[in-house]
C-alpha cells in the first residue's frame, strides 16, 4: 500500500481539476458533489490501507518516503517532492481524509441550490490536496507548499459570498495574517537550513535527514532562534495569540467550510509542524516556555471573548481558538503526544458541532424564509426550544457539547485532561507549571459554561421564534444528518484511544493500553530520550495527585455547566442584570476587547499613512521633483541661452563688435 | 544542433525581414498589417526553439567557446586599431532571456489586435523593430554591437509610448527617453575607457573577462555601467520614469517594457557589470543589496495605497526586480538562480498582470479602481486567469513566482546579505496586502456600477493571449528544473568570474571580505570540507594554473585579513 501513498494527494486533485474545468457545464448537483466526495473517500481508502500496513510492521520500522520527483535542486539546496508516512502523517492523514470526506458529503446538502456549486467543491478539493502535501510532504518545502496552498483555499472559501464585502475582507485578512506567519516559516526554514549546512555540512530540508543529525543541533542559541521563527508560522496558520483574530472572522465562510478548514483540519497545521519537528523544538526550553505561555493565554483569552458572543458560529470559532491553544501548551510542555491527541478529539468534536450550527443555521433560514423575517439566523437570541424540532441535531450537538466540556468517559475529557496534567508535571517549567495548568483549568472551566450557554439558549427554553416561523422548522436531510451521528459517536468513543495509564490501571489493571500514545511514540522518541538523558525524565508525582487534579478540572467543567444552567435556564433574568451591572466588562469581552480595533489604530492604519506619504511626499515630490527640476534648471539654462542664438544677423555683429572691444580693450589696458 | 546555419543572425533579423515587409503594405489594410506582424513574430518564436533543444548546460558541444555556444563571427568595421566584430553567442542565462523576448512578442501583437486602430502601420514596425534590438541585445557578445542594440530598443520604445500612449504620453515617453540615455551614455564613456584600458583590439566581450584592472578605474567603470544598468532595472531611486510610462504605454509597450526591457538592466548586470568589474562588485555590493531592499519595501507600500490598477502593476515590478537584484548580488549559486528564474517569472506574470489590466481598460476607458467592483460576478472566466496570475505575482508556491523568491532570499540568507535577506522576506507579506486588496476592491463585492454590469467576458483571442502565461506560471512553478539545469554552468561560472579576480588581485578590501566566510568555516567547524568558504575555494582552482602565485598572495592575504588567525583556509591548499 505504501508504494501508493502518491495516490492519496491525486485523487482530490483529480476532483479539482474535473470540477473546475467542467464543472459549470456539469451543472448536475450530485454528480459534482459526488465527484467531490468520491475522490476524497479514495484518498481515505488509501490511508485506511496504510494505516493497516503500518499497525502490521515493529514500531520502530513505522516510517516510509517515496520521492516522485526533484522538485527543485540549485547548488547545495534539493527540494523533493516526496512523502513520508510514518504514525504521525498516519493519524494526520486518517483525521484529514475521514473528517474531510464527512464534510463533503454534508456539504451536498448544505450547499445545495447555491450558485458556484461546482466552485464550492473545486475550492474544498484543492484544500485536500494542499492538506494532504502539508501532512505527508517529506521535507520543509514541501510542507510549506501545503502550508501556503491550505492559506490560498482558506482565502477563497472564506471570500465564496464574494459579494459581500465582509466576506472579501475576512478572506483577506485570513490570507495577510497567514502570510505574517509565512514570513516567519521561511525565516526558520532559512535560518534552519543555513546553520546545518554552514555548521554541519548538512544541507538538507529532509524531515528524516534533519532528524538523524538532530545531535547536532545545539541547545538554545540558534535553534531558539529557528524555533521561534517557525513557531511564528504557526501562530498565524492556527490562530494563536497575537495572530488569532482572522479566525473569528473566517466564519463569513459556508459553515462546512468552517468545520473543516477551520475547525478540524487547516487550524491545527501548526501544531502538526511543531510535533512533527519536535526534535527540533525539545532543544530550545526558552521556545518550548513562550508556546506554552502562548497557549494557555490564548486558551484562557479567546475563551473570555466566547462567553458573551451571540452568533452561534463566533462562538464556536472562539471556541476553536481557545482549544488550539490547549494544543500548544501541550507542545509548550513537551507533551506532543497529548498534543496531537487532543488535536484528533477536538477534530471529531468541533467538526459535529460545526456541521451541527451549520444544521441549525439551514433550519432557521429556511424558517425565517417561510416568514420572510430578515432576522439573522446565526443569532442564538432568536433561537431556543430547537430540540424538539431537531432531534437528531440535538442529540448529536449535545454529545459533542459534552465531549468538549470534558466530561469524564467522552473524547474532549481524555485529551484534554491529558494536558493540563503534562501542563501540572512536565519537567520543562518549573515554578511556570502552576500558572499554566491554572489557566488551562480556568480555561475549561469557561469552555463548560460558554458551551452549555450556546446549547441552553439554542436548544432549550421557549422558543424566540414566531409561530408560524417554528412550525416550518424542521429537522435536516440525511446527508446532512449521518456525518452529525458519524462525529458524535467518535466524540463519545474517540478518546478511548487515548485512555491514561491511571485510569487504565484503576479499571482495567493497566489491560486497556493508550493505543494512540504507543502509536506515536517512535516519533517522539529522539525528544523522550533526550530529556531522560539530560535528567528530566518523568517527573515523580504521585498518583494521588493526578487523581486529584483530574477530579478539580472535571469539577470545574461541572462548575461552569451548573452555572450556564443556573443563568440560562434556571434564572434567565440574571445574564441582563450582570450586564447592567458591568457595562464596561461587558461591551469589551463583547467586542473581543478591541483587539482588532487596537491593530487597526497602531499598524493598518499608520502603515496606510506612511504609504500615502512615501508616494504622495517622496515619490512624486522629492524624487519626480528633483528630476523635473533639472530639466526645469536645464530648460531655463538653455531659455538664457537661447538668446545668444537669434538668428538675427545684427545681433551677431552687435557681439561680435563686443568681442572684438573687449579683446582691443584687453590688449590696450594690460 | 548544425553550426553552420547563423541561427542567431537569422533569429535577429527575421523581425527586421518583417518590419521592412510592413513597409510595403497598405497603411489602411489593418487586417493584413496585424497578421504579418504576427506571423512573423510567431515565426520568430519557433526559430528560438531549436536554441532550448540546441543548447547544452554542460558546455562540452562543439563550437563551444567561454561558456557560449551559437557562436558567429564576423569581422565587421575595422578602423585602424579599432575592431568591431559582429560577435553573437548565447550561454544558459541568455538563452532564456532571448525566449522570453520571442515568446512574449507574439503575445503582445495579439493584444492589440483592437486596441490599437490608429497608425497601425507604423505600430506593428515599431513593435517589430523594438524585438531585433531586444534579441540583439541579448546575444551581442560584442561590447559595441551591445551598445548599438541598447540604443536600436530604446527608439521605438520612444515613439510607442509617445505616440500610442495615454493622457500625458509625451512627458512619460521623454522622461523614459531620457533617464535611459543618461544611463547609456555614461555606459558609452565606460565602454570606451574600458577599451582603451584592455589596449585596443576588439570589443569581444570574452576578452574583457580576463583583464584585471585596478581597484579605482573598476570602481568608475562599474558606477558608469551600474548607473545605466540601475536606471534600466529600475532600481530604487531611480525608478520614478517607470509607473509613468507603464501608465502612458498602451498594453503591448507596457507588456514588453515589463516583460523584456526590464531585464536589460539585470541582464547588463550578470553579463558586464559584475564579472568585468569583481573588485567593484565585492564594493558595491552593500549599497546595491541597500537599494533592493528599500526598493522591495518601498515599492510595496507605495503600490499598497495606488488609485491606478495599472500603476499599482507598476510598483510591483520595482519591487520584484528588487528581489532580482538582491538575488544577483547574493554572488552563489541559489541566489543568482533565483534571480534569473524571477527575471522569467516577472515577465510572464506582470506582462499577463499588464494583458489582464489592458483588457479591462479596453472595455471601460478607465484603470481607476473604485470604478470597479464586482466583475467576478460579470465576468467568471476573466476573474479564474486574474485570480491565478495574482497568486503567481504573489509568489505562492505552486506558482512561477514562488521559486524565484525562495531562491533569492535562500540564496541571500546565506550569503553576506543576511539582514537583507530578513527585510526582504517581509515583501512576502507586502506583496499579498497589495495585491489581493487591489484584487479585492477591483472583482469582488457589489457589482454597483452600471457601466460594470454590461461587461463582457473574455473573448476567445483574450483566451488564447493568457493561455500560453498561465500554462508556463504553473510549468514553472511545479518544474523549474529544465531551467534551472540549463542555467546552473553559467551561473557557476559567473561566479568564478566574479571571485576569482577578487582573489587574485590582492584589493585589500575584497580580500577582508573573502576572508570572512572562509574563517566562519574555520572557526565554526574545524574540519568541515569547503562550502561555507565556497567563494575562495571555487575562485582558486580557476586561477591556479594561469597565475598561481598572485592567487597564493591573495590567500595569503586573506588568511592575514581574516580575525583570530584563522588559518588560511581552503583556498591555499587548492593553490598547491
Not at chain 1, 493508550?514 to 517522539?524: A, I
Not at chain 2, 507574439?106 to 517589430?128: D, F, G, N, Q, R
Not at chain 2, 465576468?379 to 505575482?393: D, G, L, N, Q, R
Amino acid at each position: 500500500m505504501f508504494e501508493y501513498v502518491w495516490l492519496i494527494p491525486l485523487f482530490p486533485l483529480i476532483g479539482v481539476v474535473i470540477n473546475g474545468l467542467f464543472g459549470k457545464k456539469i451543472k448536475n448537483e450530485m454528480i459534482i458533489g459526488g465527484i467531490a466526495s468520491l475522490a476524497v473517500f479514495g484518498s481515505f481508502l488509501v490511508s485506511c490501507g496504510i494505516l493497516v500496513q503500518l499497525l502490521g510492521m515493529p514500531g520502530e520500522e513505522r516510517h516510509f518516503e517515496k520521492t516522485i520527483f526533484t522538485w527543485i535542486q540549485s547548488g547545495t539546496f534539493k527540494a523533493d517532492v516526496g512523502f513520508l508516512i510514518d504514525p504521525l502523517s498516519c493519524v494526520m492523514l486518517m483525521v484529514v481524509t475521514g473528517a474531510g470526506f464527512l464534510i463533503h458529503l454534508y456539504s451536498i446538502g448544505y450547499m445545495h441550490g447555491e450558485e458556484g456549486f461546482y466552485r464550492y467543491f473545486t475550492y474544498l478539493n484543492l484544500f485536500v490536496f494542499s492538506m494532504l502535501l502539508l501532512v505527508t510532504g517529506n521535507n520543509l518545502l514541501l510542507m510549506f507548499v501545503g502550508w501556503e496552498g491550505v492559506g490560498l483555499c482558506s482565502y477563497l472559501l472564506i471570500g465564496y459570498y464574494f459579494h459581500k464585502k465582509s466576506a472579501g475582507d475576512a478572506g483577506k485578512k485570513a490570507f495577510v495574517m497567514n502570510r505574517v506567519g509565512d514570513f516567519g516559516f521561511l525565516l526558520g526554514l532559512f535560518t534552519l537550513f543555513w546553520y546545518m549546512g554552514s555548521t554541519h555540512n548538512v544541507w538538507t530540508i529532509n524531515f528524516r535527514e534533519l532528524a538523524s543529525h538532530a545531535d547536532m543541533l545545539p541547545v538554545g542559541g540558534v535553534v531558539t532562534a529557528i524555533t521561534l521563527f517557525f513557531f511564528i508560522g504557526a501562530t498565524g496558520k492556527s490562530a494563536q495569540i497575537p495572530l488569532y483574530t482572522w479566525l473569528p472572522d473566517a466564519m463569513e465562510g459556508p459553515t462546512p467550510v468552517s468545520a473543516l478548514i477551520h475547525a478540524a483540519t487547516m487550524v491545527t497545521a501548526g501544531v502538526y509542524m511543531i510535533a512533527r519537528m519536535n526534535f527540533i523544538y525539545i532543544k530550545s526550553p526558552t521556545t518550548l516556555l513562550v508556546i506554552a505561555c502562548v497557549g494557555a493565554a490564548t486558551a484562557l483569552f479567546a475563551a473570555t471573548i466566547g462567553t458573551a458572543q451571540n452568533d452561534i458560529k463566533r462562538v464556536l470559532a472562539y471556541s476553536t481558538v481557545s482549544q488550539l491553544g490547549y494544543m500548544f501548551l501541550a507542545m509548550g510542555v513537551g507533551a506532543f503526544g497529548a498534543g496531537v491527541f487532543h488535536l484528533m478529539t477536538h477534530a471529531f468534536f468541533k467538526a459535529c458541532l460545526f456541521l451541527g450550527s451549520g444544521s441549525v443555521i439551514h433550519a432557521m433560514h429556511h424558517a425565517l424564509h417561510h416568514e420572510h423575517s430578515d432576522a439573522d439566523p446565526q443569532d442564538m437570541r432568536n433561537m431556543g426550544g430547537l430540540r424538539k424540532k431537531m432531534p437528531i441535531t440535538f442529540w448529536t450537538f449535545l454529545i459533542a457539547t459534552i465531549a468538549i466540556a470534558g466530561i469524564p468517559g467522552f473524547a474532549g475529557f481524555f485529551s484534554k485532561d491529558e494536558i493540563l496534567w503534562q501542563a501540572f508535571s512536565n519537567p520543562h517549567h518549573g515554578e511556570m507549571n502552576i500558572v499554566l495548568w491554572l489557566a488551562g483549568a480556568c480555561a475549561a472551566g469557561l469552555t463548560a459554561f460558554y458551551m452549555f450557554r450556546l446549547v441552553f439558549m439554542t436548544f432549550f427554553g421557549k422558543t424566540r421564534l414566531s409561530d408560524k416561523a417554528y412550525h416550518h422548522l424542521h429537522e435536516s436531510p440525511f446527508v446532512i444528518v449521518f456525518p452529525l451521528i458519524v462525529l458524535a459517536a467518535l466524540s463519545m468513543f474517540g478518546g478511548y484511544l487515548g485512555v491514561p495509564k491511571v485510569l487504565s490501571e484503576f479499571f482495567t489493571g493497566g489491560a486497556f493500553p493508550n493505543y494512540l500514545e504507543h502509536f506515536l511514540d517512535p516519533v517522539f522518541a529522539y525528544s523522550t530520550n533526550f530529556m531522560a538523558h539530560s535528567g528530566h525524565g518523568e517527573g515523580h508525582h504521585s498518583v494521588a495527585l493526578e487523581w486529584g487534579l483530574m477530579g478539580g478540572s472535571v469539577l470545574i467543567a461541572c462548575g461552569g455547566i451548573a452555572f450556564a444552567w443556573a443563568l440560562y435556564i434556571a434564572y434567565p433574568a440574571i445574564p441582563g442584570r450582570i450586564v447592567a451591572t458591568f457595562p464596561v466588562l461587558h461591551r469589551a469581552v463583547y467586542n473581543k476587547w478591541y483587539v482588532d480595533e487596537i491593530y487597526d489604530f497602531m499598524i493598518v492604519n499608520p502603515c496606510k499613512a506612511f504609504s500615502n506619504f512615501l508616494w504622495k511626499g517622496f515619490d512624486v515630490v522629492i524624487v519626480d521633483g528633483v528630476v523635473n527640476g533639472v530639466a526645469a534648471v536645464v530648460r531655463g539654462l538653455s531659455g538664457l541661452l537661447r538668446h545668444v542664438q537669434t538668428g538675427l544677423v545684427h545681433n551677431y555683429a552687435f557681439s561680435m563688435a563686443l568681442g572684438v572691444v573687449v579683446i582691443v580693450g584687453c590688449y590696450l589696458f594690460r | 544542433m548544425s553550426q553552420t546555419l547563423p541561427l542567431l543572425s537569422i533569429l535577429t533579423f527575421t523581425p527586421l525581414i518583417g518590419a521592412i515587409l510592413l513597409l510595403f503594405v497598405n497603411k489602411n489594410s489593418h487586417g493584413v498589417l496585424r497578421t504579418v506582424a504576427m506571423v512573423v513574430s510567431v515565426l520568430t518564436f519557433v526559430l528560438s526553439l531549436p536554441l532550448i533543444s540546441g543548447y547544452n548546460g554542460a558546455g562540452t558541444a562543439p563550437g563551444n567557446i567561454g561558456g557560449f555556444q551559437f557562436i558567429e563571427k564576423v569581422p565587421w568595421i575595422a578602423a585602424g586599431p579599432f575592431q568591431m566584430n559582429y560577435q553573437l553567442g548565447i550561454d544558459g542565462i541568455s538563452l532564456w532571456l532571448v525566449i522570453l523576448a520571442t515568446f512574449i512578442m507574439p503575445i503582445a501583437i495579439l493584444s492589440t489586435w483592437t486596441a490599437v486602430e490608429e497608425k497601425v502601420k507604423e505600430y506593428m514596425i515599431c513593435l517589430l523593430l523594438l524585438e531585433v534590438g531586444m534579441i540583439g541585445t541579448f546575444v551581442s557578445l560584442d561590447l559595441f554591437l551591445f551598445y548599438i542594440y541598447w540604443e536600436v530598443m530604446l527608439i521605438p520604445m520612444y515613439f510607442i509610448i509617445g505616440i500610442w500612449g495615454g493622457k500625458n504620453k509625451i512627458y512619460a515617453a521623454v522622461k523614459f527617453f531620457i533617464y535611459t540615455m543618461v544611463g547609456s551614455l555614461l555606459m558609452l564613456v565606460a565602454l570606451i575607457v574600458l577599451y582603451f584600458k584592455a589596449g585596443g583590439g576588439d570589443f569581444n566581450i570574452l576578452r574583457f573577462y580576463d583583464l584585471t584592472l585596478d581597484p579605482a578605474s573598476q570602481t568608475w567603470l562599474f558606477l558608469a555601467f551600474a548607473l545605466a544598468f540601475a536606471i534600466k532595472v529600475p532600481m530604487f531611486p531611480l525608478h520614478t520614469w517607470l509607473p509613468d510610462a507603464h501608465t502612458e504605454a498602451p498594453t503591448a509597450g507596457s507588456v514588453i517594457l515589463a516583460a523584456v526591457l526590464l531585464k536589460m538592466g539585470t541582464y547588463g548586470y550578470v553579463r558586464f557589470a559584475m564579472p568585468l568589474f569583481p573588485d567593484a562588485t565585492a564594493t558595491f555590493t552593500p549599497l546595491i543589496a541597500t537599494l533592493s531592499v528599500i526598493g522591495i519595501v518601498y515599492a510595496s507600500l507605495v503600490a499598497m495605497v495606488q488609485a491606478d490598477v495599472k500603476k499599482l502593476v507598476a510598483y510591483s515590478s520595482v519591487a520584484h526586480l528588487g528581489f532580482v537584484m538582491l538575488g544577483i548580488f547574493a554572488l552563489n549559486t541559489q541566489g543568482i538562480t533565483g534571480g534569473m528564474l524571477q527575471m522569467l517569472n516577472h515577465g510572464v506574470s506582470t506582462g499577463a498582470l499588464f494583458l489582464i489590466v489592458g483588457f479591462i481598460y479596453e472595455r471601460r476607458h478607465t484603470r481607476l479602481i473604485t470604478d470597479f467592483g464586482g466583475l467576478a460576478k460579470q465576468m467568471p472566466v476573466f476573474a479564474v486567469m486574474f485570480m491565478i496570475v495574482t497568486f503567481s505575482s504573489i509568489g505562492l508556491p505552486g506558482t512561477n513566482g514562488f521559486v524565484g523568491e525562495f531562491l533569492v532570499l535562500l540564496g541571500a540568507f546565506q550569503s553576506s546579505l543576511r539582514w537583507y535577506a530578513i527585510i526582504a522576506t517581509s515583501g512576502v507579506i507586502l506583496s499579498a496586502v497589495y495585491m489581493l486588496w487591489m484584487f479585492q476592491r477591483v472583482m469582488f463585492g457589489e457589482l454597483k456600477n452600471p457601466k460594470n454590469q454590461v461587461l463582457k467576458d473574455l473573448n476567445a483571442r483574450e483566451v488564447i493571449i493568457m493561455l500560453p502565461l498561465l500554462f508556463l506560471i504553473f510549468f514553472m512553478g511545479v518544474y523549474p528544473r529544465p531551467f534551472i539545469d540549463s542555467m546552473a554552468p553559467s551561473i557557476d561560472r559567473l561566479i568564478k568570474q566574479t571571485t576569482k579576480n577578487q582573489v587574485a588581485k590582492i584589493a585589500p578590501a575584497a580580500a577582508a571580505m573573502l576572508a570572512v566566510p572562509a574563517a566562519q568555516a574555520a572557526t565554526a567547524a574545524p574540519g568541515a570540507p569547503a562550502e561555507a568558504g565556497a567563494p575562495a575555494a571555487t575562485g582558486a582552482p580557476a586561477e591556479a594554473g594561469a597565475a598561481a602565485a598572485p592567487a597564493a598572495t591573495a590567500a595569503t592575504a586573506a588568511a592575514a585579513a581574516a580575525p583570530h588567525g584563522a588559518e588560511p583556509a581552503p583556498a591555499a591548499h587548492e593553490v598547491k
